[in-house]
């Protein structure tokens, strides 16, 4: 199996236990499940700060063998971070907590070049500036256990965290304390969390400890959702919530078609001819009469292949020579539903902006953020709500200048809630 295969196979893994995960606690707990957002702060830098001179080296291109270099890093990471998270209350004092924290995490770096090398004709480089963000988001899952210590709503939480990245995933361990506050009709729980983060022995090179985040993290951060007051068992901000399952897969291409040319000659051609599936959760609540609010957490794999026109038998290159590769991304569609005020099927109308996480770009960068559009029909049903749709999504422009993926994305989905 190859490493490709491997990535889009784990990944599935991942979300199929998660829905796993999701339909047992609802239907073997029958416990409620509410929703909230999650804001905070970062007590420390991510990254350390510092430099490393390195004398200039024995093997090397004769431009550089002649300059030592001088390695500066330093923490640019954004301290404040937010996102959703989902509860589910098992009993009066336990329960299980999964949150979505969006937050920059990077560095800024430059390489100095002692003397400067000298390329010729005029070509002169002193120095190199580096920056990057290595990553973007963080999903604690936690165990929250009520301690109720001196008449007071305090507790305690521990479980994994994971930070996905291409080919630099980090996993840790999260434990904190905290209280909950009862504030007129909302429930806020400020809390301190501390995460221990696991990683490999990358040996005594002093660059790599500057470029890798430090492993002990600290983080103030604060829950804010409101208690249902009706029987329904699951519920945001005091609001009645359907959750459910979305599948569908793409209309149109997931790439552009390009051909590259050498010296005039079409040298290979890069094109998507599949279709991509589509599957992830939804939770939708209605805001008023026939207005809806729906949020989706849907993955999707973009497939790209490239094929050789031409022929370099010095390289082994032989003309038809295809290779694929896949492109994870996740989707989250923040839409408002307008449900049309007809009897029978309910014909509805959705829009709202589109977000993306990537992960295994194989040298792409898909954009991070879009505008999404829609039309589908909810048939009459029982408990389980079936809604066709068919969307459309305008991504904001790739930072990948060489393949990129379309810009116009059509699907078919069709959601199930309950």
Known sequence: MSLDTRRRHHSFSILVFLVYCLSFSLGAFAQRVSFGVVAGTSLFDDFRSGTVFRPSMTTCPEQICTSATVFHSEDA???????PKVEVRLSNRFSLEAEALHRAIRRKAEIQYLPPLDFGNGVIIGSQPFSGTDYTWEFPVLA???LRVFN???????????????NNEQHGVTAGV??????????????????????????????????????NQMALVVGISRPSRSSEWASAFGQEVSVGAVVGMGVTDDFRSKIDFIQGVPGSRSFSESKSPIVG??????????????????????HLTDENLISIPELGVRPGRISSVT???????????????????KPFVEVGPSF???????GTNPSHHGFTSGIGVQPRSGKIKISPAVRYTRWATDRALNTRTNRNQVELVVGFSF
């Open 281 to 302: 959760l939804m939770v939708e609540s209605e805001l008023l009469k026939n207005l809806l609010l729906e949020v989706d957490g849907l993955y999707r794999p973009l």
């Open 178 to 215: 905290g209280a909950e506050i009862r504030a007129k009709s909302l429930n806020i729980a400020p809390r301190v969390r501390y995460t221990h983060w696991i990683e490999k022995d990358r040996g005594p090179d002093p660059i790599q400890a500057l470029v890798r985040p430090r492993p």
């Open 327 to 345: 492109v994870l991304t996740w989707e989250f569609p923040l839409l408002v539903k307008y449900k049309l005020p007809i009897a029978g099927a």
């Open 144 to 146: 929250n256990y009520k």
């Open 152 to 166: 007071t709503n305090s507790f305690a939480e521990l479980g994994p965290t994971f930070r996905p990245a291409e």
């Open 356 to 362: 993306r996480a990537t992960g295994n770009l194989n």
């Open 77 to 83: 990471s954004r301290r404040l971070t937010f996102g």
